[in-house]
């Protein structure tokens, strides 16, 4: 359980991930604990941030500044008019830490984007690249006020987006042909994925179907997971390879002949340690850093309206040619996504809960991403 502290105000978390499944997203929740005597009467307030970094701080001179910070939502925690439902965790928090402490929950808006880093190919920077959330915790008469290191907590979160719960096994399939100056025929390739949909850590399976038609000879294929990025904060756009592999196996494949192959390749951020401009889902020291997931949006809405930082994947095939004959191309889209967290294990741990004397308190810097108080009660 991750614990933050300033001076008379204490303010726990649960998880640091707070997930949004396109129809909505999870408030910021948890408990505070306070001290009547330090409040004076005053009263207890919760912000979430956003700040949106696309250039090195140390790049930031002359006046340019790389960076901006909006304030998506402040609410008052204590007193709380809102009296909803606590969840699992906060009923075991409020029962262990006694009558100084609060639930809350702070709801953040649809149009808030997903948390997404991107790595600078460095060792390390003062300040990541991306899109950055943090959670502030401080004392105030009002909610304008602004806060400051003597009466507020600051603690880093988590906007994350995983796969919806689908049955479907559309298996993505494309068909591309390329034709020959002063030649006859053509030549065909046919792309398909074993499915849509891949979890971080599987291997992306390709099986291609070359028919060479055409009067020229295929040297070599190209196989690459290719990782577009878009940044809607200076409307820019680039691509990396994120795992790649090339093969003459099978070749030349030469005219009038044909060639079946299966690929399997593993898009990794381990791989990936040197690449610059690579979006993750956190600093890539962290152990378990991964790349960022592909961005999804709500039924209705297009994609290229998110915010923030848009992530998306395909499959890249390239046949070369020859100097002369150069390269037939093609980009087949898929998605990579975490699995939906399973409802079973929250219910599981709520239902043995016996009083709360199981809960482990850790210092929040040290939290693993990811891992909830359910999850280290199993």
Do not use: W
Request: some cysteine; proline content about 4%.
């Amino acid at each position: 359980m991750p614990e933050f502290e300033c001076r008379k105000i204490t303010v726990y978390l649960g998880r640091r991930d707070f997930v949004d499944n396109t129809t909505g997203t999870e408030p910021v929740d948890g408990v505070v604990v306070c001290d009547n005597d330090y409040l004076r009467g005053r009263k207890v307030f919760a912000s979430v941030t956003v700040t949106y970094r696309f250039g090195r701080e140390e790049d930031e001179v002359m006046g340019l500044n790389f960076s901006k910070e909006l304030l998506l939502t402040t609410q008052q925690i204590y007193p709380s008019a809102n009296s909803g439902e606590m969840t699992g965790v906060q009923d075991r928090l409020v029962k262990k830490l006694g009558a100084n402490a609060y639930p809350f929950a702070v709801t953040l808006p649809e149009s808030a984007p997903a948390s997404v880093q991107l790595h600078s190919g460095e060792e390390e920077t003062a300040k990541p690249l991306g899109v950055i959330y943090e959670l502030r915790v401080f004392v105030g008469d009002n909610s304008d006020e602004k806060p400051h290191r003597r009466n507020s907590v600051a603690l880093a979160v988590r906007k994350a987006q995983y796969s919806p719960i689908s049955n479907s096994n559309r298996q993505p399939s494309t068909l591309v042909s390329k034709g020959f100056a002063l030649s006859s025929g053509k030549l065909n390739m046919e792309v398909t994925l074993d499915r849509e949909l891949y979890y971080h850590g599987e291997q992306v399976k390709a099986n291609l179907s070359i028919n060479n038609g055409s009067k020229k000879t295929v040297k070599n294929i190209k196989v690459a997971v290719i990782q577009h990025v878009e940044v809607t904060m200076t409307n820019s756009q680039f691509t990396r390879e994120v795992s790649s592999l090339e093969s003459k196996e099978g070749c030349p494949i030469t005219p009038g002949t044909n060639l079946s192959k299966h690929f399997n390749l593993m898009p990794l951020a381990s791989s990936n340690k040197n690449r610059s401009g690579i979006a993750l889902d956190g600093k890539l020291k962290d152990t378990d850093a991964n790349l960022a997931s592909s961005t999804l949006v709500a039924a209705g809405k297009n994609v290229n309206d998110a915010g923030g930082i848009v992530v998306s994947y395909s499959l890249r095939v390239k046949l070369n040619c020859g100097a002369l004959g150069g390269e037939l191309v093609a980009d087949l889209p898929f998605k990579l996504m975490h699995p939906a967290p399973g409802v079973a294990i929250k219910a599981k741990a709520d239902a043995n809960y016996t009083g709360g004397e199981d809960l482990e308190f850790e210092d929040f810097a040290r939290l693993r991403r990811g891992q909830s108080v359910d999850q280290g009660l199993e």
